[in-house]
Protein backbone atom coordinates (compact mmCIF):
# COMPACT_ATOMS: atom_id res chain seq x y z
CA UNK A 1 0.00 0.00 0.00
CA UNK A 2 1.50 3.21 -1.32
CA UNK A 3 1.86 5.97 1.61
CA UNK A 4 -0.64 8.39 0.33
CA UNK A 5 -3.16 5.69 0.33
CA UNK A 6 -2.18 4.42 3.61
CA UNK A 7 -2.75 7.82 5.32
CA UNK A 8 -5.74 8.62 3.47
CA UNK A 9 -7.25 4.91 4.75
CA UNK A 10 -5.78 5.75 8.29
CA UNK A 11 -7.70 9.21 8.12
CA UNK A 12 -10.79 7.69 6.86
CA UNK A 13 -11.20 5.14 9.57
CA UNK A 14 -10.57 7.99 12.23
CA UNK A 15 -13.11 9.56 10.76
CA UNK A 16 -15.81 7.00 10.43
CA UNK A 17 -15.26 6.04 14.34
CA UNK A 18 -15.58 9.03 15.39
CA UNK A 19 -18.59 9.63 13.87
CA UNK A 20 -20.09 6.89 15.31
CA UNK A 21 -19.08 7.99 19.23
CA UNK A 22 -16.48 10.00 20.74
CA UNK A 23 -13.42 8.15 21.35
CA UNK A 24 -10.03 8.44 23.97
CA UNK A 25 -6.79 8.78 22.01
CA UNK A 26 -5.87 5.52 23.43
CA UNK A 27 -8.98 3.69 22.13
CA UNK A 28 -8.47 5.19 18.49
CA UNK A 29 -4.88 4.08 18.54
CA UNK A 30 -6.01 1.11 20.13
CA UNK A 31 -8.56 0.10 17.26
CA UNK A 32 -6.19 1.45 14.60
CA UNK A 33 -3.21 -1.10 15.92
CA UNK A 34 -5.79 -3.81 15.66
CA UNK A 35 -6.19 -3.23 12.12
CA UNK A 36 -2.35 -3.29 11.51
CA UNK A 37 -0.88 0.47 11.71
CA UNK A 38 1.61 1.10 14.05
CA UNK A 39 1.57 3.99 16.56
CA UNK A 40 4.13 5.95 13.95
CA UNK A 41 1.92 6.21 11.67
CA UNK A 42 -1.60 6.93 13.59
CA UNK A 43 0.07 9.91 15.31
CA UNK A 44 0.11 12.53 12.10
CA UNK A 45 -3.23 11.90 11.32
CA UNK A 46 -4.80 11.57 14.70
CA UNK A 47 -3.14 14.89 15.68
CA UNK A 48 -4.74 16.52 12.85
CA UNK A 49 -7.84 15.45 14.06
CA UNK A 50 -7.13 16.53 17.23
CA UNK A 51 -6.24 19.56 16.35
CA UNK A 52 -9.34 20.03 14.32
CA UNK A 53 -11.51 19.58 17.39
CA UNK A 54 -12.74 16.47 15.14
CA UNK A 55 -11.42 14.65 18.09
CA UNK A 56 -10.64 15.62 22.27
CA UNK A 57 -10.65 13.65 25.36
CA UNK A 58 -12.90 16.67 26.84
CA UNK A 59 -15.80 15.71 25.00
CA UNK A 60 -15.32 11.87 25.46
CA UNK A 61 -14.76 12.67 28.60
CA UNK A 62 -18.47 14.52 29.04
CA UNK A 63 -20.17 11.40 26.54
CA UNK A 64 -18.68 8.95 29.12
CA UNK A 65 -19.80 10.16 32.30
CA UNK A 66 -23.30 10.95 31.19
CA UNK A 67 -23.85 7.32 29.39
CA UNK A 68 -22.61 6.06 32.82
CA UNK A 69 -24.94 7.96 34.98
CA UNK A 70 -27.75 6.77 32.86
CA UNK A 71 -26.38 3.00 33.12
CA UNK A 72 -26.48 3.94 37.33
CA UNK A 73 -22.81 4.03 37.86
CA UNK A 74 -21.35 6.15 40.83
CA UNK A 75 -18.38 8.80 40.69
CA UNK A 76 -15.25 6.29 41.38
CA UNK A 77 -16.05 3.57 38.67
CA UNK A 78 -16.71 6.06 36.38
CA UNK A 79 -13.62 8.28 37.46
CA UNK A 80 -11.45 4.72 36.92
CA UNK A 81 -12.95 3.87 34.17
CA UNK A 82 -11.33 6.88 32.34
CA UNK A 83 -8.22 6.89 33.40
CA UNK A 84 -7.84 3.56 32.49
CA UNK A 85 -8.31 5.60 28.50
CA UNK A 86 -5.94 7.42 29.72
CA UNK A 87 -8.09 10.75 29.70
CA UNK A 88 -6.51 13.59 32.11
CA UNK A 89 -7.67 13.79 35.70
CA UNK A 90 -8.77 18.01 34.91
CA UNK A 91 -10.72 16.44 32.22
CA UNK A 92 -12.08 13.88 34.38
CA UNK A 93 -13.11 16.38 36.98
CA UNK A 94 -14.42 18.84 34.89
CA UNK A 95 -16.96 16.09 33.27
CA UNK A 96 -17.89 15.00 36.84
CA UNK A 97 -18.31 18.75 37.99
CA UNK A 98 -20.26 19.29 34.49
CA UNK A 99 -22.88 16.41 35.18
CA UNK A 100 -24.05 17.87 38.10
CA UNK A 101 -25.34 14.51 39.83
CA UNK A 102 -26.30 14.24 42.76
CA UNK A 103 -24.59 10.49 43.80
CA UNK A 104 -26.45 10.15 46.60
CA UNK A 105 -29.91 9.92 45.31
CA UNK A 106 -28.56 8.64 42.14
CA UNK A 107 -26.57 5.13 44.48
CA UNK A 108 -30.16 4.98 46.78
CA UNK A 109 -32.26 4.87 43.27
CA UNK A 110 -29.77 2.15 41.65
CA UNK A 111 -30.27 0.36 45.08
CA UNK A 112 -33.98 0.59 44.86
CA UNK A 113 -34.16 -0.16 41.22
CA UNK A 114 -32.58 -3.55 41.95
CA UNK A 115 -33.73 -4.74 45.66
CA UNK A 116 -36.66 -2.90 45.77
CA UNK A 117 -38.02 -0.90 48.58
CA UNK A 118 -35.63 -1.69 51.11
CA UNK A 119 -36.88 -3.41 54.69
CA UNK A 120 -35.62 -1.61 57.47
CA UNK A 121 -33.98 -5.03 59.27
CA UNK A 122 -32.50 -7.50 56.92
CA UNK A 123 -30.04 -10.12 57.56
CA UNK A 124 -26.47 -9.47 57.99
CA UNK A 125 -25.92 -11.44 54.49
CA UNK A 126 -28.66 -9.48 52.34
CA UNK A 127 -27.33 -6.31 53.52
CA UNK A 128 -24.11 -7.14 52.75
CA UNK A 129 -25.08 -8.31 49.13
CA UNK A 130 -26.40 -4.62 48.63
CA UNK A 131 -23.50 -2.42 49.63
CA UNK A 132 -21.20 -5.09 47.60
CA UNK A 133 -23.94 -4.46 44.50
CA UNK A 134 -23.46 -0.57 45.15
CA UNK A 135 -19.64 -0.56 45.74
CA UNK A 136 -19.25 -2.63 42.24
CA UNK A 137 -20.92 -0.20 40.84
CA UNK A 138 -18.62 2.88 41.68
CA UNK A 139 -20.52 4.72 45.15
CA UNK A 140 -18.47 5.50 47.98
CA UNK A 141 -19.40 4.37 51.76
CA UNK A 142 -21.42 7.22 52.40
CA UNK A 143 -23.36 6.75 49.44
CA UNK A 144 -23.80 3.31 50.26
CA UNK A 145 -24.95 4.19 53.86
CA UNK A 146 -27.68 6.67 52.34
CA UNK A 147 -29.07 4.33 49.99
CA UNK A 148 -29.20 1.68 52.01
CA UNK A 149 -30.03 2.69 55.53
CA UNK A 150 -30.74 -0.86 57.34
CA UNK A 151 -30.06 -2.86 60.02
CA UNK A 152 -29.16 -5.83 60.32
CA UNK A 153 -30.36 -8.65 62.53
CA UNK A 154 -28.31 -11.12 64.12
CA UNK A 155 -29.28 -14.99 64.18
CA UNK A 156 -27.92 -16.54 67.57
CA UNK A 157 -28.82 -19.89 68.55
CA UNK A 158 -32.03 -19.66 66.29
CA UNK A 159 -33.38 -16.52 68.14
CA UNK A 160 -33.33 -12.83 66.77
CA UNK A 161 -30.88 -10.70 68.31
Known amino acids: MTEDKQTQTIRDTLVRLLSRREHSIKELYFKLQLRGFTASQVAPQLNRLTELDLQS ?92 PCQYQAQRFGKSI
Open 57 to 148: DRRFAESFVRQRIAKGQGEQRIRNELRERDVSDEYIRLALLEADTDWFELAKSVHDRKFGQADNILKQKQKQQHQRYLQYRGFTAEQIRYAC
